[in-house]
């Protein structure tokens, strides 16, 4: 790919310019409602994102023959999801799969 085609084409169908050239007036201002402390104490903070893991994944770094490595991505999206499973079966870490 050259560096003057772009990877995707993209729009927020919005003008940026006049969006940019907007300046807030007073009675902008007057249009929003007085925050109370009734509204603060009902205020929800959410971060988002997934809870964590009472069992979280640990990240290591293992070196395995590449035709190891090709025979488990043969089988399709989540080989590794599937590797991790059938190596946590393994009687060498006395631990089962859940």
Not at 27 to 43: G, I, N, Q, V
Not at 70 to 76: I, Y
């Amino acid at each position: 790919m050259t560096a003057k085609r772009r990877a995707s084409h993209r729009t927020l169908k919005s003008d940026l310019s006049k969006v940019d050239a907007h300046r807030i007036r007073q009675s902008e201002y007057e249009e929003l409602p007085d925050l109370t402390s009734e509204m603060l104490a009902r205020a929800v903070v959410n971060k988002g994102g997934r809870p964590r893991s009472p069992n979280p994944r640990k990240l290591i770094t293992l070196r395995l023959p590449a035709e190891v490595i090709e025979r488990w991505r043969a089988t399709g999206p989540g080989w590794q999801t599937r590797m991790a499973q059938r190596l946590s079966r393994s009687p060498a870490t006395g631990v089962k799969s859940r």
